[in-house]
């Protein structure tokens, strides 16, 4: 006998289902590419609705479209959020985030363990609008505690944290923020839902680069914000003028009030990518979707050969060594039993004992990994920071953005984990 369907579907099958149903018109079963710049209007009334935020409905592809809106469904659903909203990158995700959060003068606090893009457009781009980052150290709650001032309108970590693979204890951040009455924002990139929800730790708004695992496969540029509906706007201890104050542009609507749970996504559509304009191309929200249908399966193999990888590398004696929070001796291992049980990723660094030349040397001899900036692919990739995303930086700099001469770090990918070990021990014995 088929079961019926449960109340509330598993992770994979939201994976799969979530925000699609078969094309009304066509009966297309995948969700189609709407490669439209703009959808007609039944009546002036409806047009007049759609405009004034009374109904929903599709208007203009930089506000949003029927492909994007399957994305931002299943996005949400798998984050557990009340809404999403699909972007053209996640560094446009992180700008709207802040867009919508902050005005001038304000400051946020972020955990200096990041991707090195959030670190260069936190200290330099967002300057340009008078928003001001103070560092912390994101493995050290106290050091967070102190970073808070009375400006700071925000927080902001990753969950698994770059370059290193840092688990980030979530919770005691999340009641940090909590004492200051600001929102949490956490960047999921590396986690994904699969293995960590930033939600259930506490997190009020997660954002993604869309780009690494959760498409997975290295062929477009894209990024979410997910509004998890936790944080109260008009019974908050600071005024977030986009969200409570009268809004002149939808004729005095006070978005938190109209909205509710999820004005957070609103808000960020409605001024944000509207007006900034990053919005995603119906084809990359596409190649996204399929992406996100194997992502279980996916993230289950990424870590089950990353952790293969790492044991190898731990016993390699060229290795001097490996920072992986699965393996049972790693200084986040604990935390990552209660963070990400399912596993602790596949980007992770470690150290030769031949320092840079030696790095210099494994990136020029693999042949089954690729050597290039970026992460999350079915592809197995490797880069050498100091030669190359941290070239600029001085030595002191390097060392204590974890990029130091003899760091490695990889992306481990789904190939067969043997071929994978081959090609790194290959690598370590050219000379
Ligand atoms: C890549 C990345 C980003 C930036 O995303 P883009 O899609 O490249 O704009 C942000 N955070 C993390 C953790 C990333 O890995």
Not at 68 to 81: K, N, P
Not at 237 to 259: I, Q, W
Not at 282 to 304: D, S, W, Y
């Amino acid at each position: 006998m088929p079961q019926p369907p449960t109340a509330t579907p598993g992770f994979s099958t939201l994976a799969i289902h979530a925000g699609a149903a078969p094309d009304p018109s066509t009966g297309a079963r995948v969700t189609p590419i709407y490669q439209t710049t703009s959808y007609v209007f039944n009546d002036v009334d409806h047009a007049a609705s759609l405009f004034g935020l009374e109904a929903f409905g599709n208007i203009y592809t930089r506000i949003g479209g029927p492909t994007q809106a399957v994305l931002e469904q299943r996005i949400a659903a798998l984050e557990g959020g009340t809404a999403a909203l699909a972007v053209a990158s996640g560094h446009a995700a992180q700008a709207i985030v802040f867009h919508t959060l902050l005005e001038p003068g304000d400051e946020f606090v972020a955990g200096r363990q990041l991707y090195g893009g959030s670190v260069n457009q936190f200290n330099h781009s967002f300057k340009k609008f008078d928003w001001h980052v103070r560092w912390a150290d994101a493995t050290d709650p106290e050091s967070v505690s102190k970073a808070m001032t009375p400006k700071t309108r925000a927080l902001f970590c990753e969950s698994i944290a770059n370059p290193g693979g840092v688990v980030v204890n979530l919770p005691a951040i999340a009641a940090i923020a909590k004492r200051a009455g600001v929102p949490l924002i956490v960047d999921n990139t590396l986690a994904t839902p699969y293995l960590c929800r930033p939600k259930e730790h506490g997190a009020d708004i997660v954002v993604h680069s869309l780009t690494k695992f959760m498409g997975g496969h290295g062929n477009s540029i894209a990024g979410a914000i997910v509004d998890c509906g936790t944080y109260d706007w008009l019974g908050a201890k600071h005024r977030y003028k986009t969200l409570v104050d009268p809004n002149p542009s939808y004729n005095g609507m006070r978005l938190a009030e109209t909205f509710g749970n999820f004005a957070f996504a609103i808000a960020c559509r409605v001024m944000g990518l509207r007006d900034l304009g990053p919005a995603i191309s119906p084809f990359n929200a596409f190649l996204i979707l399929t992406g996100v249908e194997t992502l279980p399966l996916r993230m289950a193999k990424h870590c089950e050969n990353a952790l293969a990888v790492a044991r190898h590398l731990e016993k390699h004696k060229k290795v001097a060594w490996v920072n992986y929070a699965g393996l049972a001796k790693n200084k986040s291992h604990r935390l990552m039993q209660t963070i990400c049980p399912k596993g602790a990723g596949s980007v992770f660094t470690f150290g030769l004992k031949g320092g840079y030349e030696a790095g210099v040397k494994l990136v020029s001899s693999v042949k089954l990994f690729s050597h290039l900036a970026n992460i999350g692919d079915v592809r197995s990739l490797i880069i050498h920071p100091a030669s190359t995303t941290h070239r600029q930086l001085t030595d002191e700099q390097r060392v204590a953005a974890g990029a130091g001469p003899d760091v490695v770090r990889l992306s481990i990918g789904l190939e067969d984990a043997p071929d994978i070990i081959a090609d790194l021990d290959q690598g370590l014995a050219a000379r």
